[in-house]
């Protein structure tokens, strides 16, 4: 038990489009989700915390009104990079905690995004 | 704020030898610590964690950590490696009431046959 699932794994994107990115608990339900950006040879770094039916609270220096959360059920987040910009190519990670859960963390696979 | 530093970014060792992935935390206040897997294209999966009580954690496959709080460590052990053990070991700390994750940049170990 404890799945999580995220789509795309890969995505290509041209620069000034938007891209979702989807994480799902496929057999619990996670009233807290988290997205995590991780460059190349350095360490998961915490983007949001999703909690569902409220506002996603956004780390220091993260810019909101780019990467856009939407926390809609207890299976279903969103993350939606808005106006891509090359810099923004990353391999992006979701966590699912349970709704009971203590401390433990599901993890997604992973997205890799490239924008061109 | 907390930190956590793993000084190994690639480990390669002997099947069969014992093998310890060191990991070193900053932090205040008192602290919850964590060590994940991540195997080739697979999540992130939890190894094992440390939150109270014994400070000699056992995962089921063989790993032990040790919280060690004078040096403020939790590193990673196993007395004998399979094949299989080839992957990325992420080590995380958590502060007391707080469920944020802050990682190491992750220790890759690598089993030579």
């Known amino acids: 038990g404890a799945v999580v699932s995220q789509h795309p794994s890969r995505v290509i994107c041209k620069s000034g489009t938007s891209v979702k990115i989807e994480c799902r608990s496929l057999d619990f339900q996670a009233t807290t989700m988290f997205w995590y950006r991780q460059f190349p040879k350095q360490s998961l770094m915490l983007m949001a915390t999703s909690n569902e039916g409220s506002k996603a609270t956004y780390e220091q220096g993260v810019e909101k009104d780019k990467f856009l959360i939407n926390h809609a059920s207890l299976t279903l987040s969103t993350l939606t990079v808005t106006s891509a910009h090359p810099e923004d190519s990353s391999f992006y990670i979701c966590s699912a905690r349970r709704s009971s859960g203590m401390y433990e963390q599901y993890f997604g696979p992973g997205t890799r995004l490239t924008v061109t | 704020a907390q930190s956590v530093t793993q000084l190994d970014s690639q480990v390669p060792v002997f099947e069969e030898a014992p093998v310890e992935l060191r990991c070193n935390y900053s932090s205040s206040v008192s602290v919850y610590l964590f060590w994940y897997v991540q195997y080739p294209n697979q999540g992130l999966q939890l190894l094992l964690k440390?939150?109270?009580?014994?400070?000699l954690v056992k995962s089921i496959n063989g790993f032990e950590a040790e919280f060690n709080k004078s040096q403020t460590s939790f590193h990673l052990r196993k007395p004998s490696v399979h094949i299989s053990d080839t992957a990325e070991y992420f080590c995380a700390v958590s502060l007391f009431g707080n469920e944020k994750l802050t990682f190491g940049t992750g220790t890759r170990l690598t089993i030579i046959p």
């Open positions: 440390y939150l109270s009580g014994s400070t």
